[in-house]
């Protein structure tokens, strides 16, 4: 138990140091806590009017009619009548409790919605994050390849200015670097572009740079966290409980009321007043049909949960398999790393010496390049999947 606490405390840490300050900025700048809250008081404040509905349901009926009549003995005249009711419809039996029931249900669902567009944003962002560190990477490398490769360049330019190199030689040296410089411009130009999209969704956060980190959590921890199949039985909740509310509409409603009556009828005995109760009970058939509708589609969905489970158990499989991967192929890679800078550099000795030709000495740069390319790209998808595993499994990515 001590073991998963300070495992889980170093993620914390971990996940804090490179991607939780910038997704929580994201997620405070797209305003989701602030939208659900509010949705959050109004379901409650529903809630509130349903229960309050079913007990204090009144309703106030006033009338007043001026009567021309023969009065006694035999005379003619006018007299006024007031009527004054008041009454209350109230659930006894309980008929609208689906109605709260469903409001509940449909906080929880909102809140499972929620916590998806969480998750798919983290994910979003990671995956931009990744590309940009790794841009950022490789552009570094070619920066320093330039400046290497430009210093060679000098060195052949007085070769050639000499006569001990052919003129053909420096200017196939020279176009070489031209098309490096011309990536290098175009990765700054496109780290530009990804920067600015960033800070789009997190303007108060610098873009983090990802740390190695390993897998925290068990497959059992991840599968834990499904969001879209909690959403999905919810939903069928709310359809059955929407059926259940159909089938219990015929429940009776008690109307209890007094009223009042203020007679001027000179030949009546005056005022009255009264004390009534009753029992309302609807009879309608096709709430029953539109209930059974209700049933079906409930079934429906709860058929699509264990889609949903076996999808969550796939994105696990495919999420690890990727991390061990490219672990494996980055251990043998970072093992040959020496032996290709070796070679580089014994080619470069040769290319000056003009023991071997320029094809030969970039083809062997190209593959130092290339294996160098490969541990950045690497490097990024194990972190990148190791990231999302960890921050699903521990939860931390739905708070």
Same mark, same amino acid.
């Given at each position: ?7 889980? #405390? ?54 007043? #009619? ?18 004054? &009711?008041? &009454? ?19 906080? $929880? ?75 290098? !411009? ?122 949903? $489970? !076996? ?16 672990? $494996? ?52 998808? $194990? ?5 999302? !595993? ?10």
């Amino acid at each position: 138990m001590l073991k998963k606490i300070v495992t889980f #405390s170093l993620f914390a840490f971990t996940l804090q140091a490179d991607m939780n300050s910038f997704y929580k900025d994201a997620v405070q700048t797209l305003q989701y806590e602030k939208s659900y809250n509010l949705y959050e008081t109004a379901n409650q404040t529903s809630q509130s009017s349903v229960t309050y509905s079913k007990y204090a349901n009144f309703s106030l009926d006033a009338t007043f #009619s001026n009567t021309h009549a023969k009065l006694l003995p035999t005379t003619a005249g006018n007299f006024n009548t007031t009527d004054i &009711s008041v &009454s209350d419809s109230i659930d006894i039996f309980g008929k609208n409790n689906y109605k709260i029931e469903s409001l509940r249900l449909d906080k $929880k669902a909102t809140k499972a919605q929620l916590d998806v567009k969480k998750e798919q944003l983290f994910i979003a962002l990671l995956n931009l994050v990744s590309l940009y560190n790794q841009t950022s990477q490789e552009l570094q490398l070619h920066q320093n390849l330039f400046t290497e490769q430009e210093a060679i360049y000098k060195k052949l330019k007085l070769l050639g200015e000499h006569g001990d190199m052919t003129k053909l030689d420096v200017l196939r040296f020279k176009n070489t670097l031209t098309t490096l410089k011309t990536k290098i !411009i175009s990765q700054k130009q496109a780290l530009v572009k990804m920067k600015k999209q960033l800070h789009l969704y997190a303007p108060h956060v610098a873009i983090p740079t990802l740390a190695s980190t390993k897998l925290l959590f068990s497959k059992e921890d991840f599968i834990a966290h499904n969001p879209q199949a909690t959403l999905n039985t919810l939903n069928t909740q709310k359809k059955v409980a929407q059926a259940n509310g159909m089938n219990n509409s015929y429940y009776p409603t008690l109307d209890a009321g007094v009223a009042y009556q203020k007679l001027g009828d000179p030949t009546g005995y005056g005022d009255n007043y009264s004390i009534g109760v009753a029992l309302h009970m609807p009879l309608n058939g096709g709430n029953f049909k539109e209930a059974e509708a209700l049933k079906v589609s409930a079934l429906s969905l709860q058929a699509q949960s264990i889609t949903y $489970k !076996i999808q969550r158990e796939n994105e696990y499989t495919q999420d690890k398999e990727s991390f061990e991967n490219a672990s $494996k192929q980055l251990a043998i890679l970072e093992k040959s790393l020496s032996d290709y800078k070796e070679s580089a550099a014994t080619i470069k000795t040769a290319y000056l010496k003009q023991y071997v030709d320029f094809n030969t000495y970039l083809q062997v740069l190209k593959q130092a390049l290339d294996v160098k390319k490969q541990i950045i790209a690497l490097s990024a998808q $194990k972190v990148k999947e190791a990231t999302i !595993i960890n921050a699903i499994a521990s939860g931390k990515v739905y708070e």
